[in-house]
């Protein structure tokens, strides 16, 4: 089925028992967030919220909760999407086989913006920002955000739809120092497509002109946040994946979206800002109060019987992990277009996905060389450090397979994999002083922080210990050793004061190590607060360890030293404990859990819900 709108897309899946209707009134503070936690850890249906406290319009969340259910939303068009993403990655493909692919051209000519006269019926009525569903996520919130907007700008040296940007960036509807319906706060982060807008505005010396788009088709939702190559436009895409042509009209000078169910207009102005956040965020923790662009509200328009779509974001895998493997699905092998020698590249969920990468390169530089070591990775390493969001990641692990097949996403199995080969005096690469993701705050500040290369290739030279090394009982101030997983172990200590007292105490925990020996067999060791925890999982491990340490602070070794300023080690130590600078970790409200289990006892909407 071709969804023309929204609520098309609700009568869909309730038909096919997808979805279920809350007639109870829910509390937009915090308790609708808290019921589609619970309902999407159960991996439960999408909710709609018939009767949403202080608001006259329905809402709607977990669409997108499984790829099960993603896939049979797109069920009509996605096929015809992977072709034409496959040609965009082949063009010869088309070239050599042309009959095949006339349906893949008449997909992408139906997915062209279609522009009409007038904006009815989004525009149908106006309304004001109080009437939204002012929904509150997490207890330390600033306000009301949106969590699925679908952010729209024009570039403005060349304005018109076809150079136009589509981005999901966060918006602050309430709270704060913003004046209630006449102003919101616009969170974008670094390397996304509206900054470029703004900045061409700025040098112009104008406002820039933006209309967030809320509801529609869920193609056009998905189009906002899908990794495409510049100057393919988002709405050419939605088209794409709705199998129906992005319906567009101006008013006012402002984009608006046809089929939207809710469309706000507004400008940010050069050198405007309001403190923005804090907001509970996708690696688990609070992203803080910045300065972010302020949006001046124009209008707030939506449709007759419009419905109020929303997702919750924290620690990992929340709803936006099936964005992920959607994504995923639609592209296919594109990475390997876009970098020559890489044959997958996967980003952690369970670490909050852009601190942590692991890859698979090849190596084809030097086959005459009896001793094998990478070469090629390292190339290729800079390449996928240099390219669009990737370049975000903290920790990238990567090797070539060499007589036996890898998969990124088995991953202790990769990790055991470079462990046994990598050379820990050479394969470790630093990148200081560099962007990291905007919600990171292991760095130095926003944005700011370091990167680090594990490259490995060649033959095994260790074997993992698969227990904890008895060198670990005899460290003073140093308690509680359990292993991860084979060759690496977490170890727990008191809680960290600063980097100046933790350079001492490295020092003393590296010569006690050093002079103990016995840790052949142990390459990677992990600082934490709590061993029981941090081993208690594979995702509390990648979590906490990759999310909590910056590279370059908070990387040590044993006998660690520098050649020509390249450090190595002899073993790895990773300090993952909470620094003072670091985000508070996302923590449910007990009475908010306590209020909203109404809804899951007998009789009531929610009773179905296996939790």
């Given at each position: 089925?071709?969804?023309?709108?929204?609520?098309?897309?609700?009568?869909?899946?309730?038909?096919?028992?997808?979805?279920?209707?809350?007639?109870?009134?829910?509390?937009?503070?915090?308790?609708?967030?808290?019921?589609?936690?619970?309902?999407?850890?159960?991996?439960?249906?999408?909710?709609?919220?018939?009767?949403?406290?202080?608001?006259?319009?329905?809402?709607?969340?977990?669409?997108?909760?499984?790829?099960?259910?993603?896939?049979?939303?797109?069920?009509?068009?996605?096929?015809?999407?992977?072709?034409?993403?496959?040609?965009?990655?082949?063009?010869?493909?088309?070239?050599?086989?042309?009959?095949?692919?006339?349906?893949?051209?008449?997909?992408?000519?139906?997915?062209?913006?279609?522009?009409?006269?007038?904006?009815?019926?989004?525009?149908?009525?106006?309304?004001?920002?109080?009437?939204?569903?002012?929904?509150?996520?997490?207890?330390?919130?600033?306000?009301?955000?949106?969590?699925?907007?679908?952010?729209?700008?024009?570039?403005?040296?060349?304005?018109?739809?076809?150079?136009?940007?589509?981005?999901?960036?966060?918006?602050?509807?309430?709270?704060?120092?913003?004046?209630?319906?006449?102003?919101?706060?616009?969170?974008?982060?670094?390397?996304?497509?509206?900054?470029?807008?703004?900045?061409?505005?700025?040098?112009?010396?104008?406002?820039?002109?933006?209309?967030?788009?809320?509801?529609?088709?869920?193609?056009?939702?998905?189009?906002?946040?899908?990794?495409?190559?510049?100057?393919?436009?988002?709405?050419?895409?939605?088209?794409?994946?709705?199998?129906?042509?992005?319906?567009?009209?101006?008013?006012?000078?402002?984009?608006?979206?046809?089929?939207?169910?809710?469309?706000?207009?507004?400008?940010?102005?050069?050198?405007?800002?309001?403190?923005?956040?804090?907001?509970?965020?996708?690696?688990?923790?609070?992203?803080?109060?910045?300065?972010?662009?302020?949006?001046?509200?124009?209008?707030?328009?939506?449709?007759?019987?419009?419905?109020?779509?929303?997702?919750?974001?924290?620690?990992?895998?929340?709803?936006?992990?099936?964005?992920?493997?959607?994504?995923?699905?639609?592209?296919?092998?594109?990475?390997?277009?876009?970098?020559?020698?890489?044959?997958?590249?996967?980003?952690?969920?369970?670490?909050?996905?852009?601190?942590?990468?692991?890859?698979?390169?090849?190596?084809?530089?030097?086959?005459?060389?009896?001793?094998?070591?990478?070469?090629?990775?390292?190339?290729?390493?800079?390449?996928?450090?240099?390219?669009?969001?990737?370049?975000?990641?903290?920790?990238?692990?990567?090797?070539?397979?060499?007589?036996?097949?890898?998969?990124?996403?088995?991953?202790?199995?990769?990790?055991?994999?470079?462990?046994?080969?990598?050379?820990?005096?050479?394969?470790?690469?630093?990148?200081?002083?560099?962007?990291?993701?905007t919600l990171d705050y292991s760095g130095t500040g926003l944005n700011t922080g370091s990167k680090v290369v594990f490259a490995a290739y060649g033959e095994k030279i260790r074997e993992l210990c698969t227990e904890v090394p008895d060198t670990f009982k005899n460290i003073r101030g140093y308690t509680n050793a359990q292993l991860i997983m084979p060759g690496?172990?977490?170890?727990?200590?008191?809680?960290?004061?600063?980097?100046?007292?933790?350079?001492?105490?490295?020092?003393?925990?590296?010569?006690?190590?050093?002079?103990?020996?016995?840790?052949?067999?142990?390459?990677?060791?992990?600082?934490?607060?709590?061993?029981?925890?941090?081993?208690?999982?594979?995702?509390?491990?990648?979590?906490?360890?990759?999310?909590?340490?910056?590279?370059?602070?908070?990387?040590?070794?044993?006998?660690?030293?520098?050649?020509?300023?390249?450090?190595?080690?002899?073993?790895?130590?990773?300090?993952?404990?909470?620094?003072?600078?670091?985000?508070?970790?996302?923590?449910?409200?007990?009475?908010?859990?306590?209020?909203?289990?109404?809804?899951?006892?007998?009789?009531?909407?929610?009773?179905?819900?296996?939790?």
């Open positions: 089925m071709k969804y023309r709108n929204m609520e098309d897309c609700i009568n869909d899946l309730e038909q096919h028992g997808h979805l279920i209707r809350i007639k109870e009134e829910v509390d937009p503070n915090l308790e609708m967030a808290a019921i589609h936690m619970k309902v999407h850890e159960a991996k439960g249906p999408a909710l709609l919220f018939e009767n949403v406290k202080g608001s006259k319009f329905q809402a709607v969340s977990n669409l997108f909760g499984t790829l099960e259910r993603c896939k049979f939303m797109f069920r009509n068009t996605l096929e015809g999407v992977q072709r034409v993403m496959a040609v965009r990655d082949d063009p010869m493909k088309a070239l050599k086989t042309p009959l095949q692919h006339i349906s893949t051209g008449l997909a992408a000519w139906q997915a062209l913006p279609k522009q009409k006269s007038i904006s009815l019926p989004v525009s149908a009525q106006e309304i004001q920002i109080s009437d939204l569903p002012l929904i509150k996520h997490w207890p330390m919130d600033g306000g009301a955000f949106v969590t699925l907007p679908q952010v729209y700008s024009e570039d403005p040296d060349k304005p018109g739809i076809m150079n136009s940007n589509l981005g999901m960036y966060r918006v602050q509807l309430s709270g704060n120092d913003y004046a209630m319906n006449k102003e919101i706060g616009l969170h974008y982060q670094i390397h996304r497509g509206i900054g470029i807008h703004q900045a061409k505005a700025v040098k112009k010396g104008e406002p820039l002109k933006v209309s967030i788009f809320i509801g529609g088709p869920p193609a056009h939702t998905l189009s906002a946040v899908m990794p495409l190559p510049e100057g393919l436009s988002e709405l050419t895409f939605a088209g794409l994946l709705a199998g129906r042509r992005f319906r567009y009209s101006y008013k006012d000078g402002y984009c608006i979206s046809n089929d939207a169910d809710f469309v706000i207009t507004g400008d940010i102005y050069p050198g405007e800002t309001k403190p923005e956040g804090p907001f509970g965020d996708h690696l688990g923790y609070y992203s803080l109060t910045h300065e972010f662009p302020l949006m001046k509200v124009h209008k707030v328009y939506a449709k007759p019987n419009a419905i109020w779509p929303f997702t919750v974001v924290g620690r990992p895998p929340q709803e936006d992990t099936a964005f992920g493997d959607l994504i995923h699905e639609i592209t296919g092998d594109a990475i390997k277009q876009e970098i020559p020698g890489v044959k997958e590249v996967h980003a952690v969920d369970a670490a909050g996905v852009h601190p942590l990468l692991f890859a698979i390169g090849s190596e084809r530089y030097t086959p005459y060389q009896t001793v094998k070591q990478p070469t090629e990775l390292l190339t290729i390493a800079n390449r996928i450090l240099g390219t669009g969001q990737l370049s975000l990641a903290k920790y990238l692990f990567i090797t070539a397979e060499d007589q036996q097949p890898l998969d990124t996403h088995r991953e202790v199995e990769f990790l055991t994999y470079i462990l046994e080969r990598m050379n820990l005096q050479r394969d470790i690469h630093f990148h200081t002083n560099t962007t990291i993701d690496i172990v977490s170890i727990q200590t008191s809680a960290f004061t600063s980097y100046e007292e933790t350079a001492r105490e490295m020092q003393q925990f590296t010569d006690m190590l050093k002079e103990q020996g016995g840790l052949d067999s142990c390459p990677l060791i992990i600082l934490c607060d709590d061993s029981s925890f941090l081993s208690a999982s594979l995702s509390n491990f990648l979590w906490a360890t990759f999310t909590r340490s910056n590279p370059s602070h908070d990387m040590y070794g044993v006998n660690s030293s520098y050649t020509h300023k390249h450090w190595g080690c002899d073993q790895m130590i990773i300090d993952a404990r909470v620094k003072p600078h670091q985000a508070p970790p996302l923590i449910p409200d007990p009475a908010v859990e306590k209020s909203i289990e109404r809804l899951f006892v007998s009789g009531a909407s929610l009773a179905s819900v296996k939790i």
